[in-house]
């Protein structure tokens, strides 16, 4: 079973950046693809962006694009989530998730782990 933990969120001023972390353990990291979702209270829990295992091709949702990116880093068994110039909409508990198979769509079903998630706070 693929374990995911996530960490490096925090409460920063609008404009800054923030670095999320996903450690993976437990299965062979790569050979999956990989995601991060976020939620904020209230609402549900939507798609950031993804990053694919085989040929490292990126996928963001729209209120994002632009500002974050997804690296991974397979060799140290990690995701990352590069966020700049951060808004108070982005304000979520953001959570790392993995699947085996992609589909070209990103939907939360399809996603099989999934970490505990990690605060961002965005305050203007």
């Known amino acids: 079973q693929l374990q995911l933990v996530e960490s490096g969120g925090g409460s920063v001023q609008a404009g800054a950046s923030l670095r999320l972390s996903c450690a993976a353990s437990?299965?062979?990291?790569?050979?999956?693809?990989m995601g991060w979702f976020r939620q904020a209270p209230g609402k549900e829990r939507q798609f950031a962006a993804a990053?694919?295992?085989?040929?490292?091709?990126?996928a963001y949702a729209d209120p994002v694009k632009g500002r974050f990116t997804i690296p991974r880093d397979n060799a140290k068994n990690t995701l990352y989530l590069q966020m700049n110039s951060l808004k108070p909409e982005d304000t979520a508990l953001y959570f790392c998730a993995a699947r085996r198979s992609h589909s070209g769509t990103y939907f939360r079903y399809e996603y099989d782990y999934w970490g505990q998630g990690t605060q961002v706070t965005v305050s203007s």
């Open positions: 990053i694919n295992r085989i040929d490292l091709s990126t």
């Open positions: 437990g299965d062979i990291f790569s050979l999956y693809h």
